[in-house]
């Protein structure tokens, strides 16, 4: 099994910045690791549906966010280190949320929490105005 362990959320203020980092460990049911895993982030904030914030393949050739991150957040991932990143700035109140990563086994990352396999227990991720 892959385990996920994030770290890095915190209470901060409107317009700071933080780098959230999402551990990895074990194997897939087929021997794959972290560095051959398409990885991705989510958020849910109170009462909302969990959402989609950026994904990441696998070499990191290739990434995408969310429109309501794009130009402020920037996901990577050091394969040596068995960790994806999610460097958070200008950060906004409605970015509140809990931070899950996920891990997902196709070779290119999607947008639905459906395709992703292993999850994370998150980290809270707290903006005051």
């Known amino acids: 099994q892959v385990q996920l362990v994030e770290s890095g959320g915190g209470l901060v203020q409107a317009g700071d910045s933080l780098r959230l980092s999402c551990a990895a460990s074990?194997?897939?049911?087929?021997?794959?690791?972290?560095?051959?895993?398409?990885m991705g982030w989510f958020r849910q904030a109170p009462e909302k549906e969990r959402e989609f914030v950026a994904g990441?393949?696998?070499?990191?050739?290739?990434?995408g966010y969310a429109d309501s991150v794009k130009g402020r957040f920037t996901i990577s991932r050091d394969n040596a280190k068995n960790t994806v990143y999610l460097q958070m700035n200008s950060l906004r109140p409605e970015d509140t949320a809990v931070y899950y990563c996920?891990?997902?086994?196709?070779?290119?990352?999607?947008?639905?929490?459906?395709?992703?396999?292993?999850w994370g227990q998150g980290t809270q991720v707290t903006v005051s105005s």
């Open positions: 996920a891990a997902d086994l196709s070779s290119s990352y999607s947008a639905s929490q459906t395709n992703y396999d292993y």
């Open positions: 074990g194997r897939t049911a087929f021997g794959r690791t972290f560095s051959s895993l398409t």
């Open positions: 990441i393949t696998w070499s990191a050739g290739n990434a």
